[in-house]
């Protein structure tokens, strides 16, 4: 691995691990912020798994961004979007 790849990559552990420690951020919050969350995160890691054919499920790539199963994480940390959240979501889209 070439030194830029290394650095990129640890560069990425790191956003992984920082997405981890912070539960108390919502993927819909992230959402409107940053227009990407931790589920776009594990489908880019997903496919890039799959162009260099690497099979990877969505569960597997999931589970890599978030550190346990989906649903885990969903059950232990994911809150009901607020009314809120939701208009600004869909403003943030555009809609």
């Not at 560069?11 to 776009?40: E, K, P, S, W």
């Amino acid at each position: 691995m070439d030194q830029q790849t290394e650095i990129e990559a640890a560069a990425f552990r790191r956003l992984v691990a920082h997405f981890r420690q912070r539960t108390d951020v919502q993927n819909i919050d992230m959402m409107i912020l940053a227009g990407f969350c931790r589920n776009c995160l594990s489908n880019w890691v997903q496919e890039a798994a799959n162009e260099r054919g690497v099979a990877l499920t969505k569960d597997q790539a999931r589970a890599e961004v978030y550190g346990m199963s989906y649903s885990d994480w969903k059950e232990q940390h994911q809150l009901e979007a607020t009314p809120e959240q939701l208009a600004a979501m869909k403003a943030a889209k555009g809609d």
